[in-house]
């Protein structure tokens, strides 16, 4: 876990009104949060602070690769991810999220940005993996391929159709 200190900030102890942070994450970093979306990638965050009377707001611009699963041949896929969120901290006596305000206890006064900046990347990455044409698994394609001239085949077989499914085929037109 030792990876995942630097991204903890001691709002406590920022001086000026204006502070800016950078991150370079790597492979490390996703491999020590151990999240189910995305195990490897490459992506550099500028946390820009800015300190105001009773509350902080942060502004998080990520912009790099991540590593997922295609959904198409299943091999892993370079992603590009750009995402720019904005992230209000207020101090308080107990630690609490409400959509995009958090209450750090004040006592600590650190806020660990370590899951928030993987929840920001994983929101942007698309529902749907899936390679450019003609970049997928050629093995795996060729499979997919014949298991689906299988299935339309054993559609159309000559076995006698129960007539209530029939009755339903005339409906499509």
């Known amino acids: ?3 995942l200190e ?3 900030i001691d709002l406590k102890s920022l001086v000026s009104e204006e502070t800016s942070l950078a991150f370079d994450l790597n492979d490390t970093y996703f491999e020590a949060l151990d999240g189910a979306e995305v195990k490897r990638g490459s992506l550099h965050v500028s946390v820009s602070i800015r300190k105001a ?12 690769t991540v590593i997922v699963q295609c959904d198409r041949c299943l091999d892993d896929m370079e992603q590009p991810v750009e995402t720019d969120n904005r992230l209000i901290v207020k101090l308080g006596s107990e630690y609490s ?7 750090v206890p004040e006592d600590e006064g650190i ?20 390679h450019a044409p003609g ?29 209530r499914w029939e009755k339903l085929k005339n409906l499509k037109v």
């Not at 009377?53 to 790099?64: A, I, M, N, R, V």
């Not at 999220?97 to 209450?103: A, F, G, L, M, N």
């Not at 660990?112 to 993996?129: G, M, Q």
């Open 53 to 64: 009377t009773g509350f902080f707001e942060l502004l998080f611009h990520t912009e790099g």
């Open 97 to 103: 999220e409400e959509d995009d305000i958090i209450v």
């Open 1 to 3: 876990m030792n990876s």
């Open 135 to 163: 970049k997928c698994n050629p093995a795996m394609t060729k499979a997919l391929e014949e298991l689906s001239a299988d299935r339309s085949s054993d559609e159309e077989s000559d076995q006698p159709i129960d007539p």
């Open 6 to 8: 630097s991204l903890k």
């Open 111 to 130: 806020l660990d940005t370590s899951w928030i900046i993987y929840e920001f990347v994983a929101l942007v990455i698309p529902i749907r993996h899936v």
